[in-house]
């Protein structure tokens, strides 16, 4: 297994490049099923989700070409099977995103119940009540779900209880063919949902108000037709290489997304004392006095994004007072403050918020990658911790991150990654 190992206090400053979002391109993949041929996705993030995602859509029969390392040709017209195995599922939830597509060109699907995850208990209830309000029927068996609709999918009224991510983009997919208009209440709002729209009606659907709480779907006839599209920038990959600015103080520039994705988060990171230069597709963050302490509370787009949620804590861990911290989207995603204390931040978790008591210096130390985002705001501690910081479990951080040590190196950073024997590796 690999581990990440800091060497802190190194100026880091400088420019990067990120990648398509790891959010969207893994969504834009499972509507590939809708459009039976050849479809290519470009500015794919080369990262270990995508990989999966491959594997899953092979499975259902599906063919994927690597054109390179972000460009790949998808040809569903040979998708003959509707499981997704449990294997994969448990891998990746997103898997579940081919829910909607199977059932809306073959009226069935079978996918496995996603376990929780680190963060969470991930539930897909959502999806599965929207669903059956368009006429799906669904039983659960052994750990999977198995949905089919017998009578065809009929355009319906959805109300989510919640702006769920996964359940719009599901909804969203499986109403494309259905009878009659669906329209989704109370729908996510991300930029990744826009970039799912974009390409569904690029494919030839007629989806309308993707970005706004309602969105319709105008059901059509037949297959939708294959496309070529580029995925949106990774405005939380960005995210993460501009709060290392807002960390250090250093300039660091940020290309290939757009500043207006980050609305919320460039403005705390405004409040905080941070210098923020947005331009078309690329913004700049430094910082010269002190950081100063904000509260941050985590909501659906355009509300700040839990996804930013550790990297920002890192930030606040040094800020010159005290900070609240909470998070409403997910029920555990705390667990990279207890890493970050054993660093020496001084932050107390109380249910879902987190009392961030700035301290003027972090100690490197060994800690433990507790998934994606928290795995990559422990390096960023490592940047300005005195000493050295050893990242374990870094397999997270793959997920989610193509080349961040790489492009960490090319900041300045004085950091590599190397193996270790796995007896010397954390278990989760
Ligand atoms: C997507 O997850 C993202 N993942 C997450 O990013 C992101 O944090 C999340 O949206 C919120 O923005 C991908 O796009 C692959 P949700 P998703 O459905 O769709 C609960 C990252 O680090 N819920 O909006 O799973 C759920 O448990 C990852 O890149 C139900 O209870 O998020 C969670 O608490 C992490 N029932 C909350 O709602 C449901 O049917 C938000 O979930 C669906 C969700």
């Known amino acids: 297994m690999d581990v990440i190992r800091i060497e802190g206090g ?82 990746m939830r997103a898997s579940t995103a081919v ?30 009540l929207g669903l059956e309000a368009l006429g799906v029927k669904f039983d659960i068996d052994h750990g999977y779900i198995h949905a089919s609709a017998p009578d065809g999918i009929k355009g319906a009224m959805v109300t989510l209880d919640f702006a769920s991510v996964g359940a719009t ?8 063919h259905a009878e009659g208009v669906t329209t989704i209440d109370n729908a996510a709002r991300e930029p990744e949902i826009v970039d799912l729209a974009n390409l569904l009606n690029e494919m030839g659907a ?3 108000g993707a970005g706004t709480p309602v969105i319709e779907v105008e059901g059509v006839p037949g297959d939708l037709h294959p496309v070529a599209h580029e995925v949106v920038g990774d405005r939380i990959e960005a995210g993460t290489f ?26 705390k990171f405004e409040q905080m004392g941070c210098t923020v230069e947005r331009g078309v597709r690329t913004c700049q963050v430094s910082r010269s006095g002190p950081i100063r302490p904000v509260d941050i509370q985590t909501l659906p787009f355009p509300g700040f994004p839990t996804d930013m949620q550790a990297q920002t804590m890192c930030v606040l861990a040094m800020a010159a007072g005290e900070s ?17 204390d054993r660093m020496g931040a001084d932050i107390t978790i109380e249910g879902h918020h987190a009392l961030v008591h700035g301290v003027s210096s972090l100690s490197g130390a060994p800690v433990k990658a507790p998934d994606l985002r928290g795995g990559a705001s422990l390096v960023m501690a490592g940047l300005v911790a005195e000493g050295f910081t050893t990242v374990s479990n870094v397999y997270h951080i793959d997920r989610g991150y193509e080349g961040y040590v790489d492009k960490l190196v090319s900041l300045g950073a004085h950091i590599e990654r190397h193996s270790v024997p796995d007896d010397e590796e954390d278990q989760d």
């Open 10 to 91: 190194h100026p880091v400053t400088g420019e990067v490049s990120v990648e398509g979002a790891k959010n969207s391109a893994l969504k834009l993949m499972a509507a590939t099923i809708l459009a039976p041929g050849v479809s290519t996705l470009t500015n794919v993030p080369n990262i270990s989700d995508v990989h999966v995602m491959g594997k899953v859509l092979k499975r259902l029969g599906a063919s994927v070409e690597v054109l390179g390392p972000h460009s790949m040709n998808i040809d569903t017209s040979d998708v003959d099977k509707w499981e997704t195995p449990y294997e994969l599922v448990a891998k």
């Open 99 to 128: 829910l909607g597509p199977l059932v809306a060109r073959f009226g069935h699907a079978v996918v496995a119940m996603p376990g929780g995850c680190q963060i969470g208990a991930r539930k897909i209830d959502m999806h599965i």
């Open 169 to 176: 983009e599901n909804l969203m997919m499986a109403s494309v």
């Open 206 to 208: 007629k989806v309308s």
């Open 242 to 267: 501009l709060a290392i600015g807002a960390l250090t103080g250093a300039p660091v520039r940020v290309n290939g997304f757009e500043p207006r994705h980050l609305g919320l988060v460039l403005k």
């Open 324 to 340: 609240i911290v909470t998070e409403n989207v997910f029920e555990n995603r705390f667990m990279f403050a207890s890493e970050l």
